[in-house]
């Protein structure tokens, strides 16, 4: 990977340089990631990008293109059952990191993932909604009820 691939990967998967150094570059010695100025400097040549760098980047990839090919997928298999196009498709965007880790187990550098594969789906898709996630019209929602990824996108579809 040289410095653009390690660029154009950052923007792909929807990170600031800030937030790469910080959620991508991790390691046992520096559990707060990289100084953004180390990421700054492997993206414009002025230091080696570290295989484990390399290594991670390559894994989101892996994971935003699996995500991206199954939700699709998944979406097309709606439109067959239908026999046609449904109305819509309700994709959650979580604005926040705040928000996306309101559910629990979710790793932060997902995040920003989950919201490259919503973009990527919604230029795909004129069907797909994205509905910004709201924790208070969520929560009075959800009514007691244990929080899921199920209940979310319902949620979704009644926004």
């Known amino acids: 990977m040289n410095r653009t691939d390690l660029q154009a990967m950052r ?15 991790p390691t046992p010695e520096h559990p707060d ?3 953004e100025q180390t990421w700054q400097d492997w993206e ?22 699996d995500a991206l090919a199954a939700t699709a997928d998944n979406i097309r ?4 059952e239908k026999n ?3 109305e819509s498709v309700f994709v959650i965007w979580y ?6 880790l309101s559910l ?3 790793q932060p550098v997902m995040w920003r993932l989950q919201q490259s594969v919503c973009a990527a789906l919604k230029g795909m898709f004129g069907i797909v909604k994205l509905v910004g996630f709201d924790a208070s019209s969520y929560r009075a929602w959800l009514d007691n ?6 209940l979310r996108a319902e949620w979704a579809s009644t926004v």
């Open 145 to 150: 009820r244990d929080d899921t990824e199920a």
């Open 84 to 86: 046609g196009m449904p």
């Open 95 to 100: 604005d926040t990191l705040e928000d996306w």
């Open 44 to 65: 414009s040549g002025r230091q080696p990008i570290p295989d484990y760098v390399v290594e991670r980047m390559a894994e989101l990839g892996e994971w935003r293109s």
């Open 77 to 80: 298999i709606q439109i067959t």
């Open 11 to 25: 923007c792909l998967l929807f990170f600031s340089p800030a937030e790469a150094a910080r959620l991508i570059a």
């Open 104 to 106: 629990p187990n979710r």
């Open 33 to 35: 990631g990289v100084p």
